[in-house]
T-cell receptor, first 111, second 114 residues
Framework: SQKIEQNSEALNIQEGKTATLTCNYT??????LQWYRQDPGRGPVFLLL?????KEKRKERLKVTFDTTLKQSLFHITASQPADSATYLC??????????FGAGTTVTVRA | KAGVTQTPRYLIKTRGQQVTLSCSPI?????VSWYQQTPGQGLQFLFE???????NKGNFPGRFSGRQFSNSRSEMNVSTLELGDSALYLC?????????????FGNGTRLTVT
């Protein structure tokens, strides 16, 4: 069955450092993959979308890579700030057009 | 532009009852998807509607149903509630549907079944 795995542990980092989150998927080949941010008590907010023919995508301090051979996406937050503290969800889109979400990685940035 | 609006924000129901949740998508968005979020299972896809037709469905029992109206507003219904249905129900709208464009989520309806 299709499976999505994100960093199992929460990530605690110092302000100014780079946070790197991992998303691994098995048993399917997504046409693209999305990343979302979710704050407590609120719905997820879209951050970035990367297609299977793209290796890397950037948006301000965020960078996403997509390796279809390794079946992995990496999400980087550079020059992290306390305001970046949230849960980050990866969501590969399967060939039957369903968007499935990983369990998320909770990032805490210490000032 | 107003975001996705979900009502009510909180709901408490008793086992065996039924419930209807409402979602108003962003103006111009024709696709509405519903997700269930629980601490143990994360975000689980329920179904997607596009132009009043259910286009995709997740692996939930028939007690979970939905519909979409001509103005793209959507409702989700859960009948014969069980304790395990306690969750945050999230609605998301998008322009194209089929998950070809980003989802815009509402802040959800928190359902508690006692």
């Amino acid at each position: 069955s299709q499976k999505i795995e994100q960093n199992s542990e929460a990530l605690n980092i110092q302000e100014g450092k780079t946070a790197t989150l991992t998303c691994n998927y098995t048993n399917y080949s997504p046409a693209y993959l999305q990343w979302y941010r979710q704050d407590p008590g609120r719905g997820p907010v879209f951050l970035l979308l990367i297609r299977e023919n793209e290796k890397e995508k950037r948006k301000e301090r965020l960078k996403v890579t997509f390796d279809t051979t390794l079946k992995q996406s990496l999400f980087h937050i550079t020059a992290s700030q306390p305001a970046d503290s949230a849960t980050y969800l990866c969501a590969p889109r399967s060939n039957d057009y369903k968007l499935s979400f990983g369990a998320g990685t909770t990032v805490t940035v210490r000032a | 532009k107003a975001g996705v609006t979900q009502t009510p924000r909180y709901l408490i129901k008793t086992r065996g009852q039924q419930v209807t949740l409402s979602c108003s998508p962003i103006s111009g968005h024709r696709s509405v998807s519903w997700y269930q979020q629980t601490p143990g299972q994360g975000l689980q896809f329920l179904f997607e509607y596009f132009s009043e037709t259910q286009r995709n469905k997740g692996n939930f029992p028939g007690r979970f149903s939905g519909r979409q109206f001509s103005n793209s507003r959507s409702e989700m219904n859960v009948s014969t509630l069980e304790l395990g249905d306690s969750a945050l129900y999230l609605c998301a709208s998008s322009l194209e549907g089929n998950n070809n464009s980003p989802l815009h989520f509402g802040n959800g309806t928190r359902l508690t079944v006692t």
